[in-house]
């Protein structure tokens, strides 16, 4: 049997195609149609253009020369994703355009390109790319984040955003917790699960709160909060506490915030949607 995957050599390999998924994204936006998905519930989930096929290939084929033996969950179903075993060593998770509906065809704001790395049940390396902004995100747990602007920039150590108003929410986030953000002084904006991840990360933005009503947040939605975490930003559930490292732990909400005052206010937009 192989030994798991190293976390760091795995950043090395996956970075350089992380960039040319994104490029691939970028490239078509405004060029491809959608093309829904049978079976699926709702729109957002259906959602599927040529572009999000085109960027998980160029995902997948770095992934399979390098790591073959391990578990895939890839959000598309295309040629190489079936070339991978149904057990291995460690499992990668992988959105090749995170927001296909709302924020890539749409443009609503920014989208996401992401790989999740997670061994014994925790993410131990993430990389999440914003191709219309053309910033990169990577970690590999207990070795801090890395940030890089521009597909060829150096990297620099990933921290807080200074200054700015701004904090990304989910599309759907419920009236009463936008109204309390906003009395807050928060500026609001939608963005992918992707982007609110690593929201505190970005130029001017200081908050990230994602909330599914009757749900969880997804095992994809959670492979940036690795990469805020190893930066040094508060990354937590609905009521305030921790996050879990578990990949599958049942949260309905991600919480992402550079402060505990900033924190405090997402608590509360959450506590008055659940009043």
Known sequence: MQNPPDPEHFVRVLAPALREAASIARSLEGRVA????????????????????????ALLGPLLAHFPEVILEAEEDTPTARAFPGTGQGRVVIDPI?????????????YAVMVGLALDGAYGAALVGLPREEIFFEAVRGAGARMFAGRSGPPVDAHVSVGGRRVLVSHDLPGAAVERLLAAGF??????????????????????????????????????????????VRVCTADGSEFPDDIHATERALLIACNDEDLE???????????
Do not use: C, H, W
């Open 34 to 57: 959608n093309r829904p998905k049978a079976g699926e519930t709702t729109p957002v989930k259906a959602a599927l253009t040529m572009a999000d096929t085109a960027s998980q290939e």
């Open 98 to 110: 995170d927001g296909t509906l709302r924020f890539y065809l749409e443009a609503l704001g920014p």
């Open 187 to 232: 500026e609001v904006r939608p963005a992918s699960g992707g982007a609110i991840s690593v929201a505190p990360l970005l130029a001017g933005v200081r908050a990230g709160l994602r909330y599914v009503p009757a749900g969880n947040v997804s095992v994809r939605g959670r492979i940036g909060a690795l990469i805020s975490s190893e930066a040094g």
């Open 265 to 275: 206010v997402l608590v509360d937009a959450v506590r008055e949607i659940e009043r």
